[in-house]
């Protein structure tokens, strides 16, 4: 299925960049238009691959106890930072970046950051989780979201840096605003699945006669233990 994927990413990465070059030629506003409709599938196909922080947003959610319309504003967030960042980079700090394809566009040193502040916050989810149960504050997800979107989405940058190349910024913009989009559909599924299914366990366990309190304490420690996990080996790699 990653197999699969990935050569979906190939096949509209050509295309675009195809249309890019096409675009410069002719000046030809129809195929911006064409590139929403492709940026926002190559968003939404891109995002189910590896990485894009859908298992440190799970992980968060499912110990927070945030409800749908929070859970999807931070995973909007979460996309529109892993977006942004890639385009910033792009237009004022391409040295960042690795070149090769290989590479895949990475910037070692946000992602190093991203990753440093990441295990701060497991650290303090594992820490409040254990001392006392507190509500957790109305920020705190939105600040998970900017940590772990601060890793720019390698895909975005290429695309943007190739329109910028070919002098057509206006075309590199508009697909990293379809590409967020879709990101974002992405992210939202994984969010409110994550909400559905913490929902269903609590309603399991009050059937049961389970304890919420211990139950809600105990998805806690398990997110901010996934998060110190996840943060660390990023870091250690």
């Known amino acids: 299925m990653l197999d699969l994927l990935v050569a979906w990413q190939r096949w509209i990465y050509d295309g675009i960049r195809s249309s890019i070059i096409e675009f410069d030629q002719s000046g030809d506003a129809w195929l911006l238009l064409g590139m929403i409709s492709t940026g926002i599938v190559f968003g939404a196909i891109h995002a189910l691959t590896p990485g894009h ?7 968060y959610l ?10 999807l504003s931070v995973s909007t967030v979460l996309a529109a930072t892993h977006v942004l960042t890639a385009v910033l980079i792009a237009f004022f700090a391409a ?12 910037a070692p040193a ?9 295990l701060g916050i497991g650290f ?4 409040r989780a254990i001392r006392v149960r ?3 504050d109305k ?8 940590a772990t979107g601060l890793v720019p989405c390698p895909l975005t ?49 009050t059937r049961r006669g389970g304890a919420i309190e211990t139950l809600s304490r105990g998805l806690d420690i398990v997110a901010g233990l996934l998060i110190v996990v996840f943060a660390s080996r990023d870091l250690l790699n």
């Open 53 to 59: 922080g859908k298992t440190i947003l799970a992980s």
């Open 62 to 71: 499912a110990g927070s106890g945030k409800g749908f319309g929070r859970a």
């Open 95 to 106: 040295h960042l970046m690795e070149r090769s394809f290989v590479g895949g566009g990475r």
């Open 110 to 118: 946000l992602e190093f950051l991203s990753r440093f502040l990441l």
């Open 124 to 127: 303090w989810l594992l820490f």
């Open 134 to 136: 507190k509500p957790a």
């Open 139 to 146: 920020h705190e997800g939105f600040g998970v979201a900017l």
């Open 157 to 205: 940058l290429f695309v943007v840096v190739a329109a910028l190349s070919r002098g057509v910024p206006e075309a590199g913009l508009v697909f990293a605003g379809s590409m967020l989009i879709g990101i974002a559909i992405t992210l939202g599924l994984v969010a409110i699945a994550t909400v559905v299914g913490r929902r269903a366990l609590m309603k399991l366990a």
